[in-house]
């Protein structure tokens, strides 16, 4: 099973608060198995699809992420994971996270991961990090690292979202300045696939 991550939690409430203040409504779920993971993304995507065509959704996470080499996944905790044939049987796909909040139809969204802080077999080379992942139409997807590296668990890429989601500028400048704090801070190199078609200001002043 991946190692234990000290920062999840502080994470997320971060970046909650963040969000609250710019408007957002913020649900939380900690230590999520599996099923929990996607019956969150259920549950997000169905709060966009009775929110309406227009609505803004953010999706943040924190916590192990890894690839099998073609599929990105997020690690749940209470399974055991040491191996690249373990993550489809224990993990959630990116894939199937992007897709079920696309499916909602509704306006620009934001799917944030924290993750690839594995600390898995260093035998297991297939499992350092996402791939590229597909963009998604209407989308504004963010990666706390580069593809195939890992991130420290230090709660610099939250910290940055916080510090930055109050700013007046166009959402992807945001980001840019997002990245540009943990580059600092961790020497780290966050990516983002920007593939909106009209501008989003979280905090419009």
Do not use: W
């Amino acid at each position: 099973e991946p190692g234990p991550l000290t920062n999840t939690h502080a994470d997320g409430d971060r970046v909650g608060a963040a969000l609250q203040r710019v408007g957002f409504r913020v649900a939380r779920i900690r230590d999520a198995t599996s099923t929990q993971i996607s019956a969150a993304v259920d549950a997000h995507a169905a709060r966009l699809l009775q929110a309406g065509p227009n609505a803004a959704g953010f999706f943040y996470y924190s916590g192990h992420g890894a690839s099998d080499g073609t599929v990105n996944y997020v690690i749940p905790v209470g399974k055991p994971i040491s191996r690249a044939a373990d993550l489809k049987e224990s993990g959630v796909a990116l894939d199937y996270v992007i897709a079920t909040i696309a499916a909602a139809k509704a306006g620009p969204q934001f799917v944030v991961f924290d993750a690839c802080r594995n600390q898995l077999d260093k035998s297991v080379g297939s499992l350092k990090g996402f791939r590229p992942q597909a963009q998604v139409a209407g989308m504004l997807i963010a990666f706390a690292t580069a593809d195939g590296q890992t991130a420290k668990d230090n709660g610099a890429y939250s910290a940055a979202v916080a510090a930055e989601l109050s700013g007046t500028e166009e959402a992807i400048r945001v980001f840019q300045k997002i990245g540009r704090r943990v580059q600092v801070a961790n020497g780290q190199l966050p990516m983002l696939q920007d593939n909106r078609t009209a501008d989003f200001y979280f905090n419009a002043q």
